[in-house]
Each structure stands twice: as C-alpha cells, then as structure tokens.
C-alpha cells in the first residue's frame, strides 16, 4: 500500500509537469527558504474540474523530515465526493481496506482521524506496512468550500505531528477563515 501511496505522489508530480507553466508558485504559509522547491502548475484537463493551485515540497537532506504540500480547487462531482470524504474520512480508509477489485490482500494498516480545533473540513491519514518493514506515511487534508468550489490543501510527510501542524498553517494562509 506504501508503493500504491508513493506511486500516487508520482503520478500527481508527473501529471503537474507535463501541463506546467515556467512560473512556479509557492504555496502560502511555508518556510520562505531554500530548502523549499515549487513545481510551475497550471490547469488540468481533467473535464475542468480539478484545478492544482500550488505545489511545494522539501525533501532530505535540505529539510528533514520530508514534506510535499499542494492546494487544489475542485468543482462539481470531484468537489462533492472529496467535500464528503473530508467530512467522513473513515469512507476512505474502508475503500482503502477493501479487497474489492484486487489480486492481492492489503497489507497496510490505515488509521484515519478526523481534525477537530480547525475552521476547516479535514483529517490526517497514515499508511504502515502491517509487517513493520517501512516506516507509515502520513497525511493530512483540510478542505472549505468558496461558491461552487472545493479548496483543498494536501500535506504528505514522514512525521505525524508535522504533517498536522503543516497542514493547519498552511490552510489558514491559503483557505483564510
């Protein structure tokens, strides 16, 4: 499930690529260093209903531990499934458990936990190997609506508790209140 997980990262930063613009923008509520890379986005072809808005990440050694934040703005159906995602994350973890439509049994163990204390609709994940070989991945996502529109922000780390504190700091400059 991590390699499902690390491979999603890499279709996001893949796909962020090959439809870029040449100038990058950050991702408000970071540390303005440079240990902080941003990738140049601009508008998906996804049917015009997902938008990424900024994508920034910081990778050892230069920042430890490693985190990768985006914003997105989605709209229409991916706006509705992902608001009610946000707002009942456990729906995630069972799709995420669920053998439906796989060879293989899922050997990761998902723990999701729904963010309280925030302006914003939102929840931290983590993914562990269940045989303890890798260490989980962690993360985060805090969501409010605008009119039609879905804002979401996406925190992916190495450590819980910074993954959580990224994300809120984050959401707080790029969602305002």
Same mark, same amino acid.
Request: proline fraction near 7%.
């Given at each position: ?5 690390? *491979? ?10 090959? @439809? !870029? %613009?040449? /100038? ?8 303005? %260093? ?23 990440? !910081? #990778? ?8 990768? =934040?985006? =914003?997105?703005?989605? &709209?229409?159906?991916?706006?509705? $499934? ?8 456990? *729906?995630?973890?069972? #799709? ?5 439509? *796989?060879?293989?049994?899922? &050997?990761? %163990? ?5 963010? &309280? ?7 931290? $994940? #983590?993914? +562990?190997?269940? %045989?303890?070989? &890798? ?9 409010? *609506? ?9 925190? /992916?780390?190495?450590? +819980? ?8 700091? =984050? +959401?707080?400059?790029?969602? @305002?209140?």
């Amino acid at each position: 499930m991590l390699r499902l997980f690390s *491979r999603s990262i890499l279709v996001l930063l893949t796909l962020s690529l090959t @439809g !870029c %613009d040449y /100038i990058p923008r950050t991702v408000a509520g970071l540390q303005a %260093d440079a240990s902080w890379g941003a990738l140049p986005l601009r508008k998906w072809l996804a049917e015009d209903r997902t938008e990424p808005v900024a994508l920034s990440f !910081c #990778a050892p050694p230069s920042c430890s531990p490693g985190l990768a =934040v985006s =914003v997105i703005r989605l &709209k229409g159906k991916d706006a509705r $499934i992902t608001e009610s995602l946000l707002k009942d994350p456990e *729906r995630l973890a069972r #799709a995420l458990r669920s053998p439906v439509g *796989r060879t293989k049994p899922v &050997k990761t %163990d998902i723990a999701v936990e729904r963010l &309280k204390g925030t302006p914003y609709t939102g929840f931290t $994940i #983590a993914l +562990a190997p269940m %045989d303890g070989g &890798k260490p989980p991945a962690y993360g985060a996502a805090l969501g409010r *609506r605008s009119g039609e529109d879905l804002e979401v922000v996406l925190v /992916i780390g190495e450590a +819980a508790d910074v993954v959580q504190q990224t994300a809120r700091q =984050v +959401a707080a400059r790029e969602l @305002g209140t």
